[in-house]
């Protein structure tokens, strides 16, 4: 097994783990501009084909059929203040911090992707 699938089957473990915290079956996917993250823009070449959209329909091909899916964009102050509203919203690859823990915001044990800390480079 390839690490691709692994990583896949995790993520779909955590969404589906966690669905218990959506009250319906209607799904928000929001998501900022933010290559190579997120292509936003319909008339861009690789609209729909950034990294978290590629986890994001993995998982959506993994839940079922009835549910129904929106993508949104946002940004990322708007996206913890619709998920802290307990919206049925869902955002991957957001990072996890104590004010967001504080203000509400819920997240998987298990990390989606592994992201190395910010650092200056000189």
């Not at 990583?7 to 928000?28: N, R, T």
């Not at 049925?88 to 104590?98: R, V, Y």
């Amino acid at each position: 097994m390839n690490l691709n699938a692994i990583l896949a089957a995790m993520s779909c473990f955590i969404l589906l783990s966690f669905s218990h915290f959506v009250y319906g079956k209607d799904l928000v996917w929001p998501k900022p501009e933010f290559p190579p993250f997120a292509f936003m823009q319909v008339d861009h070449e690789l609209y729909n084909k950034g990294i978290d959209q590629l986890c994001i329909h993995y998982l959506i091909d993994a839940l079922p059929t009835s549910w129904n899916h929106a993508f949104e964009q946002a940004n990322y102050k708007r996206i913890v203040a619709n998920i802290v509203a307990k919206q049925n919203s869902i955002i991957a690859g957001l990072f996890k911090t104590e004010a967001r823990i504080a203000s509400g915001v819920n997240y998987s044990a298990v990390p989606m992707q592994v992201t190395l800390p910010n650092q200056l480079v000189t």
